[in-house]
């Protein structure tokens, strides 16, 4: 029969084969008397309401088939029937799909078959699942789960009518396509009620959404709630009389229940910013999904002070639900702007909005609520004709770098200056907000530049002010405040004739001094941005000013700063072990990640003079225990890179070798030119996984109870480490009774503190086990190479007792 079996495994199945499969079992031993065998679907039942808008056409959700079985079983089936005008079922899966089978036969050998959908009757469709041992040992009796089913909701009740109610059935094809083998044994079945009733729904909500500029961040915050306005300009080409664009009306989150059949609404708009060119012939009508309005109509209507688009759609061919798309309203830009006449910042705008007084939706026996609507607005800037004067830091570089000499203490000047400055933007003013890291740097002076001081257009003199700002709730950034203005004649008029412009024009000169440098070989240094605040658009923080006293604004190139690791270290060693960084110890008398019983230990040694490898030079380790016993002095020469390596294996005597454990030390010496330098690590020696408690939810237990069981451990581990904790009852005659593993990662230990750890298992006490006392082993593993798994730890173990009842 075995071979049988193996004849058909990594075939798919037909349904036929499957009841084939399952009908050739050989006889078992006879299944015990009595009907406590069990098959049930959980939940017991599925109740939804048009109340959730969650509950509509496509909302989906599972069911399970679960089995409890008084004897050895071999296999199951079932068959699965459903009101096909209520649910459609869209997928079924074994409950365990990380192993292909069932946690039901989840520790036996199994054939997985594939399920079966198709069609019972007039009204009622299938599903037919199951699975068959194939060889080893046979599932004992227990319970646990089979199989999954994921079902979709096709129809909703309709207002005032009653539930829609059928159920979800598994025994009406018992014993025949419903069954546990060897002998199909009674069974008590239990099937799923499932029921949809009619509550009010939540009330959908009109929408504007423009196109595919929808969603793009606006320039300028959202005027209103539920408005989110698309934008033209500043930048060219100029967008009046030639940018069309398309705004979409749609109807949101529409509950199929509402049934609803006629939905009319107006959009109103300014039509001295945008127009609809060509009346309703730009005004395209959608249907529902999958159907159409029966009868529609849209009119364009110029009414005081805005003008509106009028839709009607009625009766719809198909249930109209979720989001649907009304209609699509193609605009015109019939106005914009120039910058200048115009100040920066001047916008026209045309409100999209609906008026909710037109706005009707109907059902068949009532008109619907509807929430508040999503408006949209069109925001038109004026033009810009100029191009925006831009600023930036260290024009020629953008970058300063120090080091790797020693660099703390040394001063260095930053040029802040306009690099594209139209005089016809008539600038005469600035304020501006730098951002640095006063932890790397220190402001010495701050210096004005030609854009203020240039005799060319500075005829009356200017003002200049800078000053350190700490961060505020309002501004969260440490910052130089600078700010300068070219003064007018004392009767407050600009007389100049040439305004400031030029290819590279300093604003101001700021010096700093270096307060900080990382003194090491390795990378590391230290760097900030030198940064302008945005200038675009302008704000009352930070903006260039015109002579008519308006906001001009501008972009920003920023600068960043560097400095270099100080690499004038001297003498150098650095001992470490294998583990990589930072874990092994690397840096100067530092600790390295653990070691457990017979792990060999590498241990290396980077000996370098200013950051530079020197070689072919004998550096010695010394290895202590924790009592200071010396266990081993090794030597090594360092090779073209400066680095020597040793290695060794942690002793483990035939008597008490945990007295071994705890921090052992190692320490490596050089001599570089006469004088000789150091180093230390430290690392931890002891058991991957130290169990330090044992503990059952209580001590006595009846048979069919469960055990609940808390296992805490400790690990020194600061690396990921795979470890599984295996859990086993072995009853008062040793008999292993259950058994479960829980297989994860433990690490992230501190040095000096082991890392605590709490898992929680669950086993069950069959009826075969003898009474008495009983032993629950708890034993830790982990994964040593990929694949292969030894003792991360010693035992420990807990009793309890077994009652005879």
């Known amino acids: 029969m075995k071979a049988k079996l193996n004849k058909f495994l990594g075939i798919s199945l037909t349904l036929t084969l499957l009841l084939g499969i399952f009908a050739a079992f050989p006889a078992f031993a006879d299944v015990p008397p009595g009907t406590d065998n069990y098959m049930w679907i959980e939940p017991p039942s599925v109740s939804l309401t048009t109340a959730n808008p969650a509950h509509t056409i496509g909302y989906r ?35 365990r799909p990380d192993l292909g089978k069932s946690d039901f036969f989840k520790n036996i050998t199994t054939m997985p078959v594939t399920p079966q959908f198709g069609v019972y009757d007039g009204t009622r469709d299938f599903v037919l699942h199951g699975e068959s041992w194939v060889s080893g040992d046979k599932r004992n009796p227990g319970y646990g789960n089979l199989s999954t089913v994921e079902f979709e909701v096709l129809a909703v009740p309709q207002k005032g009518a009653g539930p829609l109610s059928s159920t979800i059935d598994i025994s009406t094809e018992f014993p025949s396509n419903t069954y546990l083998l060897p002998g199909k044994p009674p069974m008590i079945i239990t099937d799923c009620s499932y029921t949809f009733t009619w509550a009010e729904p939540p009330p959908p909500n009109m929408a504007v959404e423009h196109g595919p500029y929808y969603g793009v961040q606006p320039k300028s915050p959202i005027p209103a709630p539920n408005v989110w306005p698309l934008e033209y300009g500043p930048d060219p080409p100029a967008a009046n009389c030639s940018a069309a664009f398309d705004v979409k009306v749609y109807i949101e989150n529409l509950a199929a229940a509402w049934n609803i059949t006629q939905i009319s609404f107006c959009l109103r708009y300014n039509t001295t910013v945008i127009d609809i060119i060509g009346g309703t012939a730009n005004v395209t009508l959608h249907g529902p999904p999958g159907g159409y309005w029966t009868y529609n109509s849209s009119s364009v209507v110029h009414t005081l002070p805005l003008d509106e688009v009028n839709v009607t759609l009625m009766e719809p061919t198909a249930v109209p639900y979720g989001k649907v798309l009304l209609a699509t309203i193609r605009f015109h830009v019939m106005f914009q702007q120039r910058i200048p006449p115009a100040p920066i910042g001047t916008k026209d705008v045309s409100p999209l ?33 100029l191009a925006i004067p831009v600023i930036e830091v260290l024009a020629a570089s953008h970058d300063v770098v120090l080091g790797p000499d020693p660099s703390i203490g040394e001063e260095f000047d930053i040029d802040v200056s306009f690099t594209e400055l139209d005089q016809a933007w008539y600038a005469v003013g600035f304020q501006i907000r730098l951002k640095y890291d006063p932890t790397l740097l220190a402001k010495v002076s701050v210096t004005e530049g030609e854009f203020l001081t240039d005799p060319t257009w500075n005829l009356h003199g200017y003002w200049f002010y800078s000053s350190v700002q700490t961060p505020t709730p309002s501004i969260p950034h440490h910052h130089l405040l600078v700010a300068g203005l070219i003064l007018p004649n004392a009767s407050g008029v600009y007389t100049q004739t040439v305004f400031p412009h030029t290819s590279v024009l300093r604003m101001f000169t700021v010096r700093f001094r270096a307060i900080k440098q990382i003194k090491s070989c390795e990378p590391g240094n230290l760097s900030c941005v030198l940064g302008i605040f945005p200038m675009w658009p302008p704000t009352p923080d930070q903006w260039v000013l015109d002579r008519t006293g308006k ?31 930072p874990y092994g110890g ?46 081993t002095v090794l030597q090594a020469v360092t090779d073209e890179n400066g680095v020597a390596c040793v290695s060794f294996r942690i002793p483990w005597p035939c008597d008490d070798p945990e007295s071994l454990f705890g921090v052992w030390r190692v320490r490596a010496d050089v001599d570089i030119a006469c004088i000789v330098v150091e180093d230390w690590v430290y690392f931890h020696f002891d058991y991957l996984i130290n169990i330090i408690s044992v503990e059952t939810d209580k001590y006595q237990y009846k048979h069919c109870e469960f055990v609940d069981v808390t296992v805490t451990f400790t690990s020194h581990a600061q690396q990921q480490r ?20 829980l297989v994860f990662w433990v690490g992230s230990a501190q040095w000096c503190t082991p890392k605590e750890y709490t898992k929680e298992f669950r086993l069950h006490i069959e009826k075969f086990v003898f009474a008495g006392y009983a032993t629950v082993h708890v034993v830790s593993r982990f994964e040593l190479l990929p694949g292969v798994w030894t003792a991360a730890g010693p035992e420990d173990t807990a009793i309890i007792f077994v009652l005879p009842e």
Not at 364 to 384: M, Q
Not at 560 to 577: A, F, M
Not at 594 to 607: T, Y
Not at 722 to 741: F, G
């Open 353 to 385: 909005t609906f008026c909710d007084e037109s706005l009707i939706l109907e059902g068949h026996t009532r008109t619907i609520p509807h929430a508040a609507s999503k408006n949209g607005a069109v925001w038109v800037w004026a033009l810009r004709t």
């Open 61 to 95: 959700f599972n069911v399970t088939v679960w089995v409890k079985t008084n004897f050895t079983c071999g296999a199951w089936q079932f068959k699965m029937l459903y009101n096909k005008a209520h649910l459609n079922a869209t997928g079924c899966w074994y409950t």
């Open 551 to 581: 906001y001009v604004g501008a972009t920003t190139v920023n600068g960043t700063y560097t400095i270099l690791n100080d690499i004038t270290l001297g003498r150098i060693i650095d001992v470490y072990t294998q583990w990589p960084a």
């Open 722 to 741: 795979h470890i599984a904790i295996w859990v086993t009852i072995h009853d008062e005659l040793n008999v292993p009774v259950a058994t479960q593993e």
């Open 586 to 631: 690397q840096g100067w008398n530092r600790t390295s990640d653990m070691f457990w019983p017979q792990k060999e230990v590498i241990l290396c040694a980077n000996v370098t003079y200013n950051c530079w490898p020197v070689q072919q030079k004998l550096v010695t380790f010394v290895v202590w225990d924790p009592q200071m016993k010396v266990w």
